[in-house]
């Protein structure tokens, strides 16, 4: 336990999937494992807001970043998801429709079009996934820990891990919220939400880091039968946009049918996100679209800029709470208000939303609380998409922000996602290289294998 003299094998900051699926291979070969995390449950973000497994190396992977090939990659998948499958994961798999994916992919094609502020450019990337469900997720990530532990990995769940020191020629000094804890290796998987943590700790550990992009956006929420022609083919549908106005990236993001929008709390700013059970469902869908956004001169740290973008976008809320605002309000150039926020003359009651107006949620207009050429972004991707699905840019349609996606500062490691610093490793979200349950599983195992290898067992 946290505390005690004894020193670890290995210390594992973070129970998502890339925590787990580490733990899970270095006790597999007779490693003494102890798990951190400061939340009171396994998982992670990702299988606790709707638990999607994408099956494909080409989403949440960067192949040449990881130095990986596709068909390595594909295996290694293939072995994650048969994980799940054991573990009670839906056998259903969507994206394998090969005829009606080709429909929509004609779809899209005839979409793309030249006008004068230059040419408007969408691409959808089919993927084969599965679709655990929020409630479903739980219950099969129970399951997996229930086996880890059995195998004799150690939890220390509702503890948190409050700096990472090393002693000199010696192991790694955990300092946590329950103690001290020695281990000879650190696997760092704190998921989005630990990632600006971990970078503070590992700059104290001389750590070399790197900026990289930052995805921000908005949550998308729409009736259901808008979307559900396509989400009966590909559950996620993944549509790659280049602005016109701009030139920028933008993509959508985890789709969620008959979904709810939800509140995402962070230390000192709110977010946006999105989930779907999969015994109960709502009359909506939602969806995010991410700008993504690099910086040079003069500014370069991107996560302190997603985090000051969410401080202003809060604000306009009214303080601490998200904005919502129609579609119809947004292209009239008006604010969204509560009075009219379900009006029948403009149409705004065809779709009630999952998080309406109240706390936490505060009718506004985005074009106040978001840099104008994100605005731009967003807008434009959302009028392109209706060029594909008819509705989508529905007058009622809810535009909520802010949702950013914090996995921007980089680590120098190598193939094992070992850093600099020696047996110190990074996976999943947030501060490996991944995006999504089945990538991060994937840093997992490689961290792991990087640690089985230095002690001759690999």
């Known amino acids: 336990m946290p505390g005690d003299d004894r020193v670890r094998d290995v210390a594992v900051v973070g129970a998502g999937p890339g925590g787990i699926f580490a733990a899970r291979a270095l006790a597999a070969r007779g490693l003494d494992v102890l798990v951190f995390d400061e939340k009171g449950r396994t998982g ?3 299988a606790m807001t709707d638990g999607k497994l994408n099956l494909s190396p080409h989403i949440g992977l960067d192949l040449a970043e990881l130095q990986l090939g596709e068909e390595e990659a594909q295996k290694r998948i293939a072995g994650i998801d048969e994980v799940f499958l054991e573990h009670g994961a839906d056998p259903t798999v969507y994206g394998e429709d090969r005829e009606r994916i080709g429909v929509w992919l004609d779809r899209v094609s005839w979409a793309r079009r030249k006008t004068p502020k230059g040419e408007w450019d969408i691409t959808l990337l089919p993927a084969r996934q599965r679709h655990m469900g929020t409630d479903r997720a739980y219950r099969v990530v129970a399951s997996i820990t229930q086996s880890i532990a059995a195998a004799g990995v150690e939890f220390s769940l509702g503890t948190r891990v409050q700096d990472i020191l090393l002693r000199a020629g010696g192991p790694f000094v955990l300092g946590t919220s329950k103690g001290e804890t020695l281990a000879r290796y650190v696997v760092a ?17 001389g750590v070399e880091t790197r900026y990289g992009a930052i995805d921000i956006g908005c949550r998308v929420e729409v009736a259901s039968p808008v ?4 989400t009966k083919v590909l559950y996620d549908p993944k549509f790659l946009f280049v602005t016109p106005s701009h030139g920028d990236r933008t993509r959508t993001f985890c789709t ?8 995402e709390m962070r230390e000192g700013f709110k977010l ?8 109960r469902k709502t009359a909506n869908t939602n969806f995010a679209i991410l700008n993504t956004v690099s910086m ?23 303080g601490e709470s998200v904005v919502v605002q129609r579609w119809g309000d947004l292209m009239q150039g008006r ?12 149409e705004y009651d065809k779709m009630v939303p999952t998080l309406p107006p109240g706390e936490g949620v505060t009718p506004g207009d985005i074009s106040f609380a978001y840099p104008g050429r994100i605005v731009d972004n967003l807008r434009e991707s959302l009028v392109l998409l209706s060029r594909v699905i008819p509705g989508v840019a529905h007058p009622s349609t809810a535009i909520y922000v802010p ?34 349950i089945v990538g991060a599983a994937l840093n997992g195992c490689l961290a792991a294998e990087g640690i089985l290898r230095k002690e001759g067992k690999g």
Do not use: C
Not at 256 to 263: A, D, E, H
Not at 335 to 346: I, V
């Open 44 to 46: 992670g973000a990702g």
């Open 335 to 346: 604010r969204s208000r509560a009075d009219t926020f379900l009006s029948a003359e403009t």
């Open 256 to 263: 969620n049918p008959g979904g709810r929008v939800r509140l």
């Open 403 to 436: 949702e950013i996606k914090f996995y921007d500062t980089k680590y120098a490691t190598d193939r094992n996602l070992e850093t600099n610093v020696p047996n110190l490793f990074v996976a999943g979200d947030g501060v490996g290289k991944s995006r999504g």
């Open 296 to 318: 040079t001169e003069p500014i370069q740290d991107t996560t302190e800029m997603g985090r000051k973008v969410a401080e202003f976008a809060n604000f306009w809320g009214g």
């Open 189 to 205: 998987a704190p998921g989005r939400e630990g990632a600006y943590w971990f970078r503070n700790a590992a700059r104290r550990l």
């Open 227 to 230: 979307y559900e022609e396509i």
């Open 272 to 279: 946006v996100n999105g989930d779907a059970l999969k015994s």
